[in-house]
């Protein structure tokens, strides 16, 4: 299918709620026609949103920028490959944001931080956080609360 045909299956709403938050999770690569839809949602949309695409290597971060992503997210890279990538990137396309995402810790997170890394999303703070319990209590005017201790 060609970028023409993939656009038209999708309504111009739907193209513009993708691009606000848009993903290639799980792609072993991209193609020509995601490169289209890239394209296709940029035009779709509001100048105001981005898109962002996830990469797993180089040549998807080049062929992600190549297509007008504003957002590269290079996903579960070792710092070791996340700081060249971003280099050649950042060489290429300035204007390009990169994340880096997935297995970073608060004890690693200065292994990936650099002057090439825009962006550092740390799932650890949601998927990880502890649960808080709390509970709200209203009470009438005239009655005053008393304040227990624990």
């Known amino acids: 299918m060609d970028a023409e045909g993939l656009a038209l299956l999708l309504p111009p709403v739907t193209l513009a709620a993708l691009v606000d938050s848009w993903l290639r999770e799980d792609c072993p690569g ?8 890239v394209r296709a949602a940029r035009q779709a949309a509001d100048f105001t949103l981005k898109v ?4 797993s ?14 957002l590269v997210l290079l996903d579960n890279f070792k710092p070791e490959e996340l700081h060249p990538t971003a280099t050649v990137l950042k060489a290429q396309f300035p204007s390009v944001a ?22 550092i999303s740390m799932g650890m703070l949601t998927q990880a956080a502890p649960a808080l319990d709390f509970s709200l209590k209203l009470f009438a005017k005239e009655v005053a609360p008393v304040p227990k201790i624990h």
């Open 57 to 70: 290597s180089l040549q998807e971060a080049v062929q992600a920028a190549e297509a007008g992503a504003d």
């Open 30 to 37: 991209l193609n020509y026609a995601a490169l289209q839809a």
């Open 98 to 119: 990169v994340e880096a995402s997935g297995g970073i810790t608060l004890d690693n997170l200065p292994q990936f931080c650099g002057p090439h890394i825009d962006v």
């Open 52 to 55: 962002e695409v996830e990469c």
